[in-house]
């Protein structure tokens, strides 16, 4: 039905398409483990933890920033890129790092935050001073319109114009995130050089990959026009809440350049180099997200695959949302591979956010694992972990202390990672957490699902290793995804292997017919279940059915 087909290829003897499929574990590395009781999670904590990220089955682990920062952003206000922040470690800290998930088999990507620095970074600090120094076009300037008001309607993601006045130019600078994350001027050669040189450093440095923070927003247009106002029917809060009014506008020109596929091509060729490397591209757009997935996965011009927002939503995703999804992204995006996630740094924690109930959860847990595309889990989706809730004293999430409390921010899916129930930090530090461990999370640690067979963390490892001994579905095709009711239907295909997949998405228990064909039931151990005498399905609440043609 769809797309081109991915046959493994190896250069080297390194498996180039390591990544088609693959599972990513996201590590936030300051909630994961503290190793020196500061309370702030560390890089040796990372290493001191492989064991349970390599019992998980995952291929490779997406750290979020841990280079040298003020954290007015939590890292992603870089203002080195070549060192690791001493809060999280050193540099040797993560060879470390890379040499223990190697030994693992496991791949390392670090997330490269290129579309904007922090205003600490040595490059602002001297592009800021006046207009004619080395680096005075480094960053997106403007002199301010006749009446003093900034250049145009742009507006910052994290609420207030997009435009920050700097009285030493006299000019405005732009920022799409807070007012400290001044966006790089990428119309200059010479911060494109830079920031090749900033990755070259990381892949000489042994990394597997990156995770490539707003690839869409690296240009911002050369005229500085006004974006049109986004008609309310057209409106959706899938990259800002709803009461964010970033939503009102279409962002033609602060975002989604066509020169962002230019550097993508300048930053692939760099990958190229270093063969068996990937990137995935987070592409944040409540619009054209999966469009703009095409135009950058497409070929070897851009970035391998691109992270998908669209089951990041608020509402729940129904059987047709998921044909809808699938069949939108066969139109606009046929040869170009996604990378899906239910939860991550930046959204509420997807069992509370779709009120799931535990059957609910592991379904949605299976569903991720047979998809076409490629997978990141967030920490502690595993251990099926709620949102946190914390309160206004304890937020430390710019984002949410702006729009509190209509939109809470984030820091409820940033807290720390339960490992043991008898300590009340969960095993996560033995100082002060920078965030609070939840209480409600103590008995969901990971020791307590160890020791607990029906728990959800067997659950996750089960439905992984599924995937990855059926490359049907690792790295197949997709025979189109179809709802009928509250049932997603699809099958998967790969060198001859073809794999069935029935989920029921409801609390209600529902009959479906299989395909055509001689199938034999497989995986068991997910619940996966085998029809009935009539030949139909029977599938309970939140039950699937999977099967391989004969
Ligand atoms: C990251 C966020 C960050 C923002 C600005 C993203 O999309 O995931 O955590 O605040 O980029 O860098």
Not at 107 to 122: A, E, N
Not at 207 to 216: Q, Y
Not at 261 to 273: D, T, Y
Request: net charge negative; aromatic share 12%; charged share 20%.
């Amino acid at each position: 039905m769809n797309q081109i087909l991915s046959k493994s290829a190896t250069v080297a003897g390194v498996d180039i398409d390591w990544w088609r499929g693959a599972v990513i574990y996201q590590i936030y590395p300051r909630s994961f483990q503290d190793s020196n009781g500061n309370g702030i999670g560390d890089l040796l904590g990372i290493v001191g933890r492989m064991p349970h990220i390599a019992s998980l089955g995952v291929d490779a682990i997406w750290i979020s920033p841990f280079f040298t920062s003020p954290m007015k952003d939590f890292g992603y206000d870089v203002s080195n890129y070549c060192d690791v922040d001493p809060m999280f470690g050193t540099l040797s800290d993560f060879d470390a790092l890379v040499e223990t998930a190697h030994g693992y088999g496991i791949k390392v990507m670090i997330d490269l935050v290129l579309s904007h620095t922090s205003d600490q970074h040595p490059w602002y600090q001297t592009s800021k001073q006046d207009r004619d120094n080395d680096k005075a076009d480094w960053y997106v300037w403007s002199d301010p319109k006749e009446d003093g008001t900034p250049p145009n309607n742009w507006l910052s993601i994290f609420g207030g114009p997009a435009w920050t006045w700097e009285p030493a130019r006299e000019q405005y600078y732009l920022h799409n995130f807070l007012g400290s994350q001044p966006d790089l001027n990428f119309h200059n050669m010479d911060v494109q050089d830079a920031l090749l040189d900033v990755t070259r450093f990381w892949l000489e440095r042994g990394v597997d990959g990156f995770r490539l923070d707003t690839i869409n927003f690296y240009f911002a247009d050369k005229e500085l026009r006004s974006n049109p106002a986004l008609p309310k029917e057209k409106r959706n809060a899938n990259i800002a809440p709803s009461v964010n009014p970033y939503n009102h506008q279409e962002h033609i020109y602060s975002k989604n350049q066509p020169e962002n596929l230019e550097f993508l091509g300048r930053f692939r060729a760099l990958l190229e180099e270093f063969p068996g490397t990937a990137a995935v591209g987070e592409v944040g757009d409540a619009q054209r997200g999966l469009e703009l997935l095409g135009q950058y996965t497409k070929g070897n011009e851009g970035v391998q695959m691109c992270y998908a927002f669209e089951f990041l939503s608020k509402e729940t995703p129904t059987a047709a949302r998921f044909a809808e999804v699938f069949a939108d992204l066969d139109r606009v995006a046929a040869e170009g591979w996604a990378c899906w996630a239910f939860s991550n740094h930046d959204v509420m924690r997807h069992v509370t956010r779709w009120d799931l109930n535990p059957a609910a959860a592991r379904a949605y847990a299976t569903l991720i694992m047979c998809l076409r595309g490629s997978v990141c889990i967030y920490q502690g989706e595993e251990l099926g972990l709620a949102e946190a809730d914390v309160a206004f004293e304890d937020l430390q999430d710019p984002y949410g202390i702006e729009f509190w409390p209509e939109f809470k921010g984030r820091d409820g899916c940033r807290t720390p990672m339960v490992w043991e129930p008898s300590n009340r930090n969960g095993g996560f530090t033995t100082g002060d957490p920078w965030l609070p461990v939840s209480p409600e999370h103590l008995h969901r640690s990971v020791a307590d699902q160890e020791s607990e067979p029906g728990a959800l963390l067997h659950h996750y490892r089960r439905a992984i290793s599924f995937r990855h001994s059926h490359k049907a579905i690792r790295r197949g095709s997709h025979g189109g995804v179809f709802a009928y009711g509250n049932v997603l239907h699809f099958t998967r295909e790969h060198e001859g292997q073809e794999i069935f997949c029935a989920f029921n998405l409801s609390d209600m228990p529902v009959t479906h017919a299989l395909p055509a064909g001689d199938w034999v039931t497989i995986g068991a151990e997910l619940g996966s279940t085998a029809p009935g005498p009539d030949g139909n399905l029977h599938l309970g609440p939140w039950q699937c059915a999977l099967a391989l043609k004969q």
